[in-house]
């Protein structure tokens, strides 16, 4: 071991002197070890919160897609019996790539739902109760009555539980489905209009769909929309992250005139927004780390000014300025390092463990921190991802090395003669 690496490891708090420590190497040791708590601790933070934000993307993003499906192959402007009469075809055609799993036909549209004086506006899927569960969860989401009650001709409809709610109506009531087509007449404009009767309430978990989404018999949706919306074949794939790639690659293999759509091409804007408050939160998280990398900076400064005579006899004797540089390197190096191992350590230590951490510290303190009837979300979710700790350590290791550089340049361009006339 090289005599710069021993005595920066001694200055860090890592190494001991044979001789018992002064008051100066007990405060110098002191400002390292609270500057590598400074560390470690941002470190963590960064982990944690990532880890949890993660976790409820990946929450939310189940839920959406246990009503939604991976990719939607549509035909726009085609009439709705014609693409439901060779869907089979279709997705027979598709069926033969391998990441396809399971296809259904639909039908969708934009509507709006009237009961009493209430009026809603929502997001119309048509379906086939016997081929859905091949692409999405839906028939496990309802809370009354089930997917297999939306029969052809029977004109049922399912609502989201949230919808429902707002239109305060139960299983067996009717309600009244204005299409935005409609005909013209002496009397002026009339919307076309059709009964429905609720068969069935389902929960998501996801408000946006839970208030605004309703479901119906693919046949039913075809005649009362057959003049708006659009239709195709639903698939579901063994991947979802590579969606858009099996997505270009069947719109490639299909009929001219249909194109295939995928699930982050429908919810972009979401996901869009989650992407920057994740980068937001992990610069706002980071300036923890640059606090504690200006709070090792200024122990290293204090450091070289408490070593000062150290310093200057170092020189006398024949190190160079390179050495001494070196030295304090290796100090505010060994710091960070050990800093961030810990934060590292910690902050992946409580991110796999948030389901018991969290429960217990709910029940010590007789708080809530998701009530479910707010969030939807019983339990804190988390998912760490190594991505984030890769990025999370490499950025405080080269914080911790910038704020090396300074402290070690001063050391170094200190002249002995002048240190050890003053002292």
């Known amino acids: 071991m090289s005599y710069e690496f021993w005595i920066g490891a001694r200055y860090a708090g890592l190494a001991r002197s044979r001789r018992r420590g002064r008051s100066g190497d007990r405060f110098v040791s002191f400002i390292a070890a609270s500057s590598m708590a400074g560390i470690a601790l941002g470190v963590a933070a960064l982990i944690i919160v990532l880890s949890v934000m993660n976790g409820f993307q990946v929450q939310v993003r189940d839920r959406m897609l246990s009503v939604l499906p991976h990719i939607e192959l ?7 019996q014609q693409v439901l009469e060779g869907w089979q075809d279709l ?4 069926g033969n790539d391998p990441a396809v799993q399971g296809a259904a036909p639909f039908v969708a549209a934009q509507g709006m739902i009237a009961r009493g004086q209430a009026l809603q506006g929502v997001q119309l899927r048509g379906i086939d109760p016997a ?4 692409v999405s969860e839906l028939s496990q989401q309802f809370m009354v009555g089930s997917a297999a009650d939306l029969q052809p001709g029977s004109f049922g409809i399912a609502l989201g ?11 067996g009531d009717t309600i009244m489905v204005l299409a935005p087509q409609g005909s013209i007449s002496p009397a002026g404009f009339t919307p076309r209009m059709r009964q429905f009767t609720v068969s069935g309430v389902f929960s998501t978990g996801h408000y946006e769909y839970d208030s605004a989404l309703a479901f119906m018999n693919v046949e039913d949706a075809a005649r009362v929309f057959r003049d708006s919306g659009t239709s195709g074949v639903r698939l579901r794939i063994a991947d979802m992250q590579a969606a858009p790639q099996v997505a270009s690659r069947l719109e490639a293999a299909l009929p001219r005139g249909f194109l295939a759509q995928d699930w982050t091409q429908n919810n972009r804007t979401w996901f869009a927004a989650v992407q920057t408050e994740k980068r937001m939160m992990f610069i706002i998280l980071t300036l923890i780390v640059a606090v504690a990398a200006f709070n090792l900076l200024s122990s290293l400064v204090m450091a070289v000014k408490d070593k000062r005579s150290d310093i200057a006899i170092l020189r006398s004797i024949g190190a160079t300025p390179r050495e001494i540089a070196r030295i304090f390197l290796v100090q505010g190096s060994l710091i960070g390092v050990v800093g961030t191992a810990l934060g590292l350590g910690l902050g992946m230590l409580v991110a796999f463990n948030v389901d018991v951490i969290v429960p217990f510290i709910e029940n010590l303190l007789g708080i809530e921190f998701l009530p479910q009837q707010i969030y939807f979300i019983s339990e804190l979710p988390s998912e760490p991802q190594a991505q984030d700790i890769i990025v999370v350590g490499v950025t405080s290791l080269v914080l911790s090395l910038l704020a090396t550089l300074y402290p070690s340049w001063r050391a170094s361009s200190l002249q002995p003669a002048q240190v050890l006339r003053h002292d």
């Open 161 to 171: 539980l949230q919808l429902a709610r707002a239109l305060r109506v139960n299983l």
């Open 131 to 134: 081929q859905e569960d091949a």
């Open 74 to 80: 549509y035909a726009p402007g085609v009439p709705h």
């Open 91 to 94: 997705a027979a055609q598709v």
